[in-house]
């Protein structure tokens, strides 16, 4: 206990000679047309979520031990806005991600502000883009006043169990569970959330999430779970996921949606393929596309989807550049 608040205790010292501080980051921008009826094609950031700064400090404090401090904001390079909707002025400007961690062979501990990865990991997309198939569905929120305990891994198997904490009554904590296998060419994850706050007008417009009912909108939280998996086979990977959610009070389901997706290596470029279905509103989406590496920082990327709500298909060719 002791060495563990001597660690982030650390992580207050500015300028302290041992840390190590790194930048890193990326920068997006594409070609895009939203597909919607009479939309005109656009230059536009494409991905808010891929155009960001991160600070990251670390320090070694032996045995095995290391504190972390990281800051991690999204941008708009195309209006010079922090982020979508958060003009300079904004007073959260490292509203994203800004937390401290520390590292041992017991786990992770961290607390701060946090974004949970749902089930990312299992969209050919990335979740990256304006056509990407995921949308969530209740699981993958962001936290504020987190605390979460992070096991390490044991034979392919790890967990992270954390909740939020604001101390306000009025307000409702949230907490999640998620279960992770991963070990050779097989990943599993499994999802418990609940969500601080409703989560259900993200992508309304376009059916991929309906909109906040009377009947749902009496909630302080909704309760998401998701299941995931992918295997990689070598010349293709494939992967699949169930997400839904539901509110805590009423029970009436909010989302309910699958998805798969492969993605296949040919030399430089990667193939990649998708289709989402939410059994709620009935939208479904159907994407193709392909990256293509420049370096081991850079690709080029094009790709097209058709959404059953949308007038047009959605496409998108552009340049992505992480540093």
Do not use: C
């Amino acid at each position: 206990m002791k060495k563990t608040l001597v660690a982030i205790a650390a992580l207050t010292l500015v300028g302290a000679a041992s840390a190590q501080v790194t930048l890193s980051g990326g920068v997006r921008a594409a070609f895009q047309n939203s597909g919607a009826a009479g939309a005109e094609t656009i230059v536009g950031t494409n991905d808010v979520a891929a155009n960001n700064i991160t600070i990251t400090a670390v320090e070694d404090l032996g045995g095995g031990m290391k504190a972390t401090g990281q800051y991690h904001m999204r941008n708009d390079i195309m209006n010079g806005e922090v982020s979508a909707g958060r003009p300079a002025t904004a007073t959260n400007q490292l509203w994203r991600n800004s937390s401290v961690w520390v590292d041992a062979s017991w786990g992770q501990v961290r607390a701060g502000r946090w974004g949970l990865s749902g089930l990312y990991a299992f969209d050919a997309f990335g979740a990256t883009g304006t056509i990407s198939p995921y949308a969530g569905n209740g699981i993958g929120a962001r936290f504020t006043n987190m605390v979460q305990y992070q096991t390490p891994t044991i034979s392919g198997l790890s967990a992270q169990i954390g909740a939020s904490m604001d101390g306000v009554a009025a307000n409702e904590d949230g907490s999640w569970i998620y279960i992770n296998y991963a070990a050779g060419p097989l990943a599993l994850r499994f999802v418990s959330e609940k969500s601080a706050a409703l989560t259900l007008a993200a992508l309304p417009a376009v059916g991929l999430q309906p909109a906040t009912t009377a009947s749902v909108a009496v909630d302080a939280q909704t309760t998401g779970m998701g299941l995931g998996g992918s295997y990689d086979f070598g010349p293709a990977k494939v992967m699949a996921g169930y997400a839904s959610s539901k509110g805590t009070v009423s029970g009436v389901v909010s989302g309910e949606q699958y998805h798969v997706g492969v993605t296949a290596p040919f030399g430089a470029a990667t193939g990649k393929a998708a289709y989402m279905k939410n059994q709620t509103t009935g939208a479904d989406i159907f994407a193709v596309g392909v990256d293509y590496s420049l370096s081991k920082t850079a690709l080029l990327f094009a790709d097209i989807g058709k959404t059953s709500t949308l007038a047009n298909a959605t496409w998108q060719v552009g340049v992505h550049k992480m540093f």
